[in-house]
């Protein structure tokens, strides 16, 4: 195949119908050839695949709560067609109250009659967005079940006390009788939920604080040892923080090692280091040109890199005897129009809630951060999407009545069969794209059948060119009797596509045919832009095959 190159995507050691093609320009047809090994590189958590809803803007309130008088219709106060969407996806982990509202949020005034909760200011990225408290531990805790979330509760270290979370972790957990247990009772909870994913605070070295990482480290070791009295059996999530920060953050790239090298072997205390990675160099949300195109995909790709320089830190440093799963709690685009710092020569609005347009380009992004996340699924024990509603790379956005689908939204749904199962190796040739990045890539997994029927697997292929066709071949080395099952498309009719509510959507999911060739290979021919998910059988593993 000359010039064209082979993209390893196992394990990293270092950081239809045709759609005209996007563009000017005649119509081109790249070849690429998608080989499935048969090694799994471990578990793919459902944890990995989890959601972000901050008091932020029209995420909480608008957003997935509407109170249980409203015209809206609505489960229990949440809008019964975002619960019914998050519930199709599934929505697996969600992280509340902050992000950065974490640091002001004290848990007290959300539990309680109603009408006898105080209004709070509810502050986070520079917005102060009011707080009725309508929303507290008892109505979130309430949608997650509706939903079928595991709940991932962050605590305030900033403005608040070692007491106070101490305090909320045994009135959510705790069945010894206590006044908190009976308070709880009171409120109509006489069970524990036995929460077990607990943040010790929230970039901690900024809005949570402006810690110094050995200071922080020192109030971490406080307030995780006292938790531990409180529910042994809970998992902290420790502030860490990506390396790479913006020149103008004045954030010390060594955070991670020296909150470690400070706590010692109290970094057993640590279940989880949190960092957080947003994409911010791909140009205006939708106006872009194809370089934008470009550099917004390959920003997401390296995220991949990120992970792996934090394992080497963990692994550097932390007890050999302790595991620490690496906590992508915060991620995503964020694009210029919604901030007033940071890159991007593009008019800025006032961000208003940190709303922001959503796109096809977005959505192919989070498909390439998956295939890293994937790869790296024995590091990276959780990730949060930011955010859940109308929020930054949002998957649902609500206007009103109305709600539409994002891009994102149907990138999400076309992982489904990934969330539990075992990620594959995968191995693909192909062009590179101006950037010098892989036209096509791809994730694969695989899971055990149900009583002694076949394996199910997936696969998942992005054509990432901004103007060419894809026609795509993928080998299933290593397993027999492979049989497509399903085969879906996500595509548009633009990459800056949106799916905007009460409007037709220009972004959706479609049937695609997958030719079925000799030994388990599949055909695809992909438009421009666009992300397909195979779903396939197999009576087993041919020891013959692999990569």
Same mark, same amino acid.
């Given at each position: 195949?000359?010039g064209?190159?082979?993209?390893?995507? &196992?394990?990293?050691?270092?950081? @239809?119908?045709?759609? *005209? %093609?996007?563009?000017k320009?005649?119509r081109? /047809? =790249?070849? !690429?050839?998608?080989?499935?090994?048969?090694?799994?590189?471990?578990?793919?958590?459902?944890?990995?695949?989890?959601?972000?809803?901050?008091?932020?803007?029209?995420?909480c309130?608008g &957003?997935?709560?509407?109170?249980? @008088?409203?015209?809206? *219709? %609505?489960?229990?106060?949440?809008?019964?067609? /975002? =619960?019914? !969407?998050?519930?199709?996806?599934?929505?697996?982990?969600?992280?509340?109250p902050?992000?950065?509202?974490?640091?002001?949020?004290?848990?007290?005034?959300?539990?309680g009659?109603?009408? &006898?909760?105080?209004?709070?200011? @509810?502050?986070?990225?520079?917005?102060?967005?009011?707080?009725?408290?309508?929303?507290g531990?008892?109505?979130?805790?309430?949608?997650?079940?509706?939903?079928?979330?595991?709940?991932?509760?962050?605590?305030?270290?900033?403005?608040?006390?070692?007491?106070?979370?101490?305090?909320?972790?045994?009135?959510?957990?705790?069945s010894?009788?206590?006044?908190?247990?009976?308070?709880?009772?009171?409120?109509?909870?006489?069970?524990?939920?036995?929460?077990?994913?607990?943040?010790?605070?929230n970039?901690?070295?900024?809005?949570?604080?402006r810690?110094?990482?050995?200071?922080?480290?020192?109030?971490?070791?406080?307030?995780?040892?006292m938790i531990?009295?409180?529910?042994?059996?809970?998992?902290?999530?420790?502030?860490?923080?990506?390396?790479?920060?913006?020149?103008?953050s004045?954030?010390?790239?060594?955070?991670?090692?020296?909150?470690?090298?400070?706590?010692?072997?109290?970094?057993?205390?640590?279940?989880?280091?949190?960092?957080?990675r947003?994409?911010?160099?791909?140009g205006?949300?939708?106006?872009?040109?194809?370089?934008?195109?470009y550099?917004?995909?390959?920003?997401?790709?390296?995220?991949?890199?990120?992970?792996?320089?934090?394992?080497?830190?963990?692994?550097?440093?932390?007890?050999?005897?302790?595991?620490?799963?690496?906590?992508?709690?915060?991620?995503?685009?964020?694009?210029p129009?919604?901030r007033?710092?940071?890159?991007?020569?593009?008019?800025?609005?006032?961000?208003?809630?940190?709303?922001?347009?959503?796109?096809?380009r977005?959505?192919?992004?989070?498909?390439?951060?998956?295939?890293?996340?994937?790869?790296?699924?024995?590091?990276?024990?959780?990730?949060n999407?930011?955010?859940?509603?109308?929020?930054?790379?949002?998957?649902?956005?609500?206007d009103?009545?109305?709600?539409?689908?994002?891009?994102t939204?149907?990138?999400?749904?076309l992982?489904?069969?990934h969330?539990?199962?075992?990620?594959?190796?995968?191995?693909?040739?192909?062009?590179?794209?101006?950037?010098?990045?892989?036209?096509?890539?791809?994730?694969?997994?695989?899971?055990?059948?149900?009583?002694?029927?076949p394996?199910?697997?997936?696969?998942?292929?992005?054509?990432?060119?901004?103007?060419?066709?894809?026609?795509?071949?993928?080998?299933?080395?290593?397993?027999?009797g492979?049989?497509?099952?399903?085969?879906?498309?996500?595509?548009?009719?633009?990459?800056?596509?949106?799916?905007?509510?009460?409007?037709?959507e220009?972004?959706?999911?479609?049937?695609?045919?997958?030719?079925?060739?000799?030994?388990?290979?599949?055909?695809?021919?992909?438009?421009?832009?666009?992300?397909?998910?195979?779903?396939?059988?197999?009576?087993?593993?041919?020891q013959?095959?692999?990569?």
């Amino acid at each position: 195949m000359q010039g064209y190159a082979t993209f390893d995507f &196992g394990v990293e050691t270092i950081p @239809g119908r045709l759609q *005209p %093609n996007h563009g000017k320009g005649s119509r081109q /047809v =790249v070849d !690429a050839t998608v080989t499935v090994g048969s090694e799994p590189l471990g578990v793919i958590s459902p944890r990995i695949y989890g959601a972000f809803a901050e008091h932020l803007g029209r995420c909480c309130y608008g &957003g997935l709560w509407v109170g249980v @008088g409203s015209d809206v *219709p %609505n489960v229990d106060g949440f809008r019964t067609d /975002v =619960v019914e !969407a998050l519930r199709d996806l599934p929505t697996p982990l969600v992280r509340w109250p902050g992000g950065c509202y974490a640091e002001h949020y004290h848990w007290r005034g959300g539990i309680g009659p109603a009408e &006898g909760r105080p209004g709070a200011l @509810g502050m986070s990225c520079g917005l102060k967005t009011p707080d009725t408290n309508a929303l507290g531990t008892h109505e979130f805790l309430r949608f997650c079940k509706l939903i079928g979330a595991e709940p991932y509760l962050a605590g305030n270290v900033a403005t608040g006390s070692v007491q106070e979370l101490c305090d909320w972790i045994e009135y959510v957990n705790s069945s010894t009788d206590s006044s908190l247990t009976r308070e709880r009772a009171a409120n109509g909870r006489p069970a524990p939920w036995g929460v077990k994913l607990w943040g010790v605070g929230n970039e901690s070295w900024d809005c949570g604080g402006r810690f110094d990482p050995v200071t922080y480290a020192h109030e971490y070791r406080r307030f995780a040892r006292m938790i531990r009295d409180v529910d042994p059996h809970v998992e902290l999530v420790a502030v860490g923080q990506e390396d790479e920060p913006l020149p103008e953050s004045n954030l010390d790239p060594e955070w991670n090692a020296k909150f470690l090298r400070t706590l010692g072997p109290n970094a057993a205390l640590v279940d989880h280091l949190s960092i957080h990675r947003y994409w911010l160099r791909g140009g205006p949300e939708i106006d872009f040109d194809e370089a934008d195109y470009y550099r917004l995909l390959d920003e997401a790709d390296a995220t991949e890199a990120l992970i792996v320089r934090v394992r080497r830190t963990i692994n550097a440093i932390a007890p050999s005897s302790h595991r620490i799963g690496i906590a992508l709690d915060e991620w995503g685009v964020w694009h210029p129009e919604a901030r007033e710092w940071g890159p991007g020569d593009v008019p800025r609005r006032p961000p208003e809630g940190l709303e922001q347009a959503g796109t096809l380009r977005d959505a192919l992004a989070a498909a390439i951060a998956f295939e890293g996340f994937h790869r790296q699924c024995d590091s990276l024990s959780m990730t949060n999407l930011a955010q859940v509603v109308n929020v930054l790379q949002a998957p649902i956005v609500t206007d009103g009545p109305n709600m539409a689908r994002t891009p994102t939204y149907y990138a999400l749904a076309l992982h489904d069969a990934h969330v539990g199962a075992n990620a594959l190796p995968v191995r693909v040739e192909t062009a590179a794209t101006p950037s010098g990045g892989p036209t096509v890539s791809a994730t694969a997994s695989i899971r055990s059948g149900a009583g002694n029927g076949p394996l199910g697997g997936a696969v998942t292929v992005v054509n990432r060119h901004f103007r060419e066709i894809a026609s795509v071949e993928i080998r299933l080395a290593g397993w027999s009797g492979a049989n497509a099952s399903r085969a879906r498309l996500l595509c548009g009719d633009a990459p800056n596509a949106t799916n905007e509510p009460g409007k037709t959507e220009r972004a959706f999911i479609r049937p695609i045919d997958a030719d079925a060739g000799a030994g388990g290979t599949f055909r695809l021919v992909m438009p421009a832009c666009s992300m397909a998910t195979i779903d396939f059988t197999t009576s087993g593993l041919d020891q013959r095959g692999g990569l």
